[in-house]
């Protein structure tokens, strides 16, 4: 599978990364994942105190790039900064198998959007594009459409991710997730030196706690 990203995404102001990992284990949990989500969140909630996620610059710069392209931020907030507040109001965040577990910290730590798809459900290469007319299938099991020109991740027949808003059904990853294909997302506010730092820890985690062999695809 090849990840291609078509020069008027780059031209928003968006930084990307494909990172393929394959052999892993997303199963159960176990109690070195447990230690460590513990440690980690000890450390998040120190790092959080007196947060401001209005002035914070790697949040404003995903909202400054849904500007550019005239998204209303109130129904359309970025996973990470969801994900941001509900951990600053101490609401619950999803739980469940290895993978999500590391994706929460791991977003939480570097406040940038991640993406985990199961390689197995692609088809064909993935593009990150401009697109409009399309379809796709919500986590929610909505069919929702694109009625204007959006930055979205495509397969070779579907979207599989809405800007850095919403996942499309197709691709989400399971206890059973073999093989994941994973994007990296920064913006304007992120040099490229952060980004590689936060895919190298991405990739450390996850072939640490789930196993596997990990391979950039793009950077």
Known sequence: MK?????????????????IIKNINNSQM????????????????????????????ILRGFNEIHKKIDIKRRKNIPINEYIIKRFLKSEPLEEGNCLIELYNIITLDSRLFIAIHDLDKIKGDVTLEITNNKKYVTVKNEIKTINQDEYVYM??????????????????????????FITLEGNEATSAEYLMEVASEIIDLITTYCGGTAQIIYK
């Open 30 to 57: 176990n109690k070195d994942i447990l230690i460590f989500k513990e440690k980690a969140y000890k450390e998040l909630k120190e790092k959080y105190k007196n947060f401001n996620i209005e002035t914070d610059l």
């Open 155 to 180: 397969d070779a027949q579907d979207v599989i991710y809405r800007l850095d808003v919403d996942q499309s059904q197709k691709t989400l990853f399971t206890d059973n997730t073999k093989n994941i």
């Open 3 to 19: 990840f291609i990203v078509k020069r008027e995404a780059l031209d928003l102001g968006l930084k990307v990364v494909g990172i």
